[in-house]
């Protein structure tokens, strides 16, 4: 029997990665070679890695809408998938892609749920009437799907409250992982030096695009109840809009008006992983204030190198961080319209402040949080388990 040949599909391929569905390309890619022939068809610039197909925008569509450009991509690659066995595509970006090959080709359409559009209906101010688009685009690829991958429990839980009609049993969980290996502690001090960051203090790091789901808002105003000592370090730029970059830039005018001359240390552009890794393993508390977050690969990330988490107990988080063991979960009641919104924003920010705290406050307890951070990230997030288990899931729809 010849090799079973996988082609998956992304907005997202290494070197142009900027969240977290690109990260799981770049990893489950790696780990499902040692099981199938796989192709990588990815949006942008030509790749140089064997088996990989970039596609640029159409010419033709260069002034039109986002939403529509994508799906001019999308058409290319499915174009592009003539000869594969099964198409696995990830995020609205890469979905109508997969729904048109499946159609084109005759095969099987995974679907991996990384996030849902009808929440996040802040993607309107981004994207316009295109946002009508590409729920269109997400919408009929699950729904028509052979099998759906949900990153965590919390994510298939959406999945069928977005789209009831899909089958339960259509949808299985398979999480997302970590390259422990690669994401692990690294001492040196020479990214932490050349950013200013003063290890005598206590810090808290934010690593993540400002985007509403992402929470940075909520955060900035948390921190204004931060010990005086802390340091607090963000790693936070590609902001969606011009609203969302206007509101965290005045915040974070404040934040430093209010604290000393050192005690806000804002990044904005996007660094490479290794100096991350750095200013993780460094930090006291990673934090992530999302308000909607399917699993939060960060998280993760922030565990293999050692770091205790305060986490927002929604979506998929809960699954990742283990609340008192390997961080803390800031309880979160939302608004049931799909936006994520606190029902009570004072209290999400002031116990979100209280987590951070707590731990500042308590080093030695952070500490052994992540040691057992980094412990849980080897022992259930590895990327060759994780392959195995979407290899499972391809032998259903075959």
Known sequence: MSELRVDLISREYPPEVYGGAGVHLEYLSRDLRRLADVRVHCFGRP??????????EPAALKDANAALRTMGVDLEIANGCAGTDIVHSHTWYANFAGHVAKLLHGVPHVV??????????????????????????????IENAD??????????????????????????VVYNGIDTEQYHPDHGTDVIERLGIDLSRPSVVFVGRITRQKGLPYLMRACRGLPPRAQIILLAGAPDTKEIAAEVEALAAELRAAR?????IWVQEMLPKTEV?????????????????????????????????????????????????????????????????????????ADFAAAMTELIEDPS?????????????VEHFSWSHIAEETMKVYRTVL
Not at 149 to 171: C, E
């Open 47 to 56: 790749r140089t890695e064997p088996g990989v197909t970039a596609y640029p």
């Open 112 to 141: 991996t749920t990384h996030s849902l559009e009808p929440l996040r209906p802040w993607k309107a101010e981004q994207l316009g009437g295109g946002y009508a688009l590409s729920s269109f685009c997400e919408r009929v690829a």
């Open 147 to 172: 099998a759906v991958i949900a990153v965590s429990g919390g994510m298939k839980r959406d999945v069928l409250t977005a789209y009831p009609s899909v089958d339960p049993d259509k949808i299985q």
């Open 260 to 264: 000393d001359e050192h005690g806000v």
């Open 277 to 349: 890794i750095q200013i993780l393993t460094h930090a006291t508390v990673f934090v992530c204030p999302s308000i909607y977050e399917p699993m939060g690969i960060v998280n993760l990330e922030a565990m293999a190198c050692e770091t205790a988490v305060v986490a927002t107990a929604t979506g998929g988080i809960p699954e990742v961080v283990a609340d008192g063991e390997t961080g803390l979960l800031v309880p979160i009641e939302q608004v049931a319209d799909g936006t994520g919104t606190p029902v009570h924003p004072d209290r999400f920010v």
């Open 365 to 377: 307890r952070a500490k052994a949080m992540g040691l057992a951070g980094r412990r849980r990230a």
